[in-house]
């Protein structure tokens, strides 16, 4: 209903602007382009109430995200619209949409039973059935898990399902290319609901969730212009080599899960204090509180995507466009150039393109690559690289700007925001915030650490 009002609001504003033409007859074949533009819009935009009727659009549940907003359930169908009218809704579905996260039921996993209707022998059957590369037993703690993610979690696991068909054939080819497992893929589900830009209050960042010291050590590039642990291709790249590696240390693709979200360390450890038992639930007790739940719920999500449809669970329309192409860029450029010479709607550059800070692409420095949506890449080749290289350089692509940036002074276009100080050997959390006067405990917050430990290269922002 929300989204009914908004629209219909948009049809009274602009069935009344065409009366301007009254009252400035001087401007008369102008207006007359200007109303049949107008007349052209609110055509569009009473076919998507129209389309939005029929589809229940009343029924529709708001959610609450996590910075308070409510957001619609689902997400506007396609449509056959002119691309003014479309870059006006693109731009109000990223606005709500983008970078966000439904709330999810906070549940005590280690406490709770949760019951379902389903009966454990069709549980046990069904997952059974799944037949993965590697066993997936059933007990008490992996049934929780199948009814949280099956029953519990609705709305977001429909649009990670949405997101699934857009991102799974990326994770497959890559874990194919390495031999990895292909029902791994589901472990993105857990760390992210496949949200590029997700980052966790430790400082995890990306689709994989890779922490800043994990993430150098596989080749992802971490500076003030360029976060690959956002970008989905390089990430999955990096996820499959480190799970790769740590089935080879621990032999056993249980464990290896697990040590994907505590450390091949910590799970040695529990082996130890299990008596050198490899056994996933012989070692189970012995593994970080946060680790136990990892594999139950890897098991938990792979269950309510296959049998999503048995539990009401369909794919949502998440907006993704359904091909994407790829063009190299030499030389800086900034995503408002882009959209004022291409016409590539700024938010679906942004959306695209999440490892890119600043909405600027680092070409200076080697070629980048940047996504987008194919339906423009006509335009893009259409355009003269002089001439979208050049535009508005001089306000978007200032040396002050580019010095600003690299020495951390603005955070996603601003000014002044935080300062960016580089760690170096023998630096301590202490002595950076004596150096700025501020608290260790405001760093640690700021930068999401978990602990006070230091890597030489990480970047901590003093806000």
């Known amino acids: 209903m929300r989204r009914l009002v908004l629209l219909f609001s948009c049809l009274l504003v602009l069935a009344v602007q065409p009366a301007s033409a009254q009252l400035f007859p001087g401007r008369g074949k102008a207006l007359e382009k200007e ?18 009727r029929s589809a229940g659009a009343a029924e529709v549940v708001p959610v609450v995200t996590e910075d308070g907003n ?6 506007p169908r396609p449509m056959d619209y002119s691309p003014e009218v479309t870059d006006s809704l693109l731009a109000l579905w990223y606005r709500s949409n983008f970078g966000r996260t439904p709330v999810m039921p906070a549940f005590d996993m280690d406490s709770v039973r949760l019951t379902s209707s389903v009966s454990d022998s069709v549980m046990i059957r069904r997952l059974a059935a799944l037949n993965p590369y590697f066993t997936l037993p059933f007990n008490d703690v992996v049934k929780n898990y199948m009814i949280l993610y099956s029953e519990r979690r609705g709305v977001a696991m429909e649009q990670a399902m949405g997101l699934s068909s857009y991102y799974f054939p990326i994770f497959e080819e890559t874990f194919c290319k390495y031999g990895i497992p292909l029902e791994l893929k589901y472990l993105a589900v857990v760390e992210s609901m496949l949200k590029p830009t997700a980052t966790s209050r430790a400082g995890a960042k990306g689709i994989w969730q890779f922490m800043y010291k994990t993430a150098r050590s596989y080749g992802l590039e971490i500076n003030s212009f360029v976060d690959e642990r956002m970008d989905v291709e390089k990430s999955t790249d990096a996820a499959a080599r480190y799970l790769k590696s740590l089935y080879n240390m621990l032999g056993d693709w249980a464990l290896a899960v697990s040590a994907y979200n505590c450390g091949a360390g910590n799970v ?9 038992s490899r056994d996933f639930w012989s070692v189970y007790p012995y593994l970080p509180t946060e680790t136990r739940g990892y594999l139950p719920a890897f098991v938990g999500v792979m269950y309510a995507f296959a049998y999503s449809s ?13 091909q994407t192409d790829t063009f190299q860029v030499h030389r800086n450029l ?9 016409g590539v709607p700024l938010n679906e550059l942004q959306y695209l393109n999440p490892k890119y800070y600043n909405d600027i692409i680092p070409g200076s420095s080697g070629v980048c690559i940047v996504n987008v949506p194919y339906s ?3 335009a893009w080749l259409a355009a003269e690289p002089d001439s979208l290289y050049s535009h508005n350089a001089k306000l978007y692509l200032s040396d002050q700007v580019i010095k600003d940036i690299s020495e951390g002074k603005t955070q996603s276009g601003g000014s002044g925001s935080r300062t960016c100080y580089t760690v170096k050997s023998g630096d301590t959390l202490s002595y950076i915030a004596r150096r700025y006067r501020v608290s260790v405990r405001q760093l ?3 930068n999401h650490l978990r602990s006070d430990r230091l890597s030489i290269g990480q970047k ?4």
């Open 35 to 52: 109303n049949e533009l107008l007349r052209h819009r609110v055509d569009s935009l009473r076919a998507l109430v129209d389309s939005l």
């Open 70 to 75: 409510y957001v619609s359930s689902e997400s």
């Open 268 to 276: 040695n450890k529990a082996i130890r204090r299990a008596g050198g």
């Open 310 to 322: 048995d539990y009401g669970l369909n794919a949502a329309s998440v907006g993704m466009p359904g």
């Open 334 to 342: 900034h995503f408002k150039q882009i959209s004022e010479v291409v």
């Open 376 to 378: 423009w890449s006509a």
């Open 444 to 446: 640690m917050s700021w």
């Open 460 to 463: 901590i922002y003093i806000h």
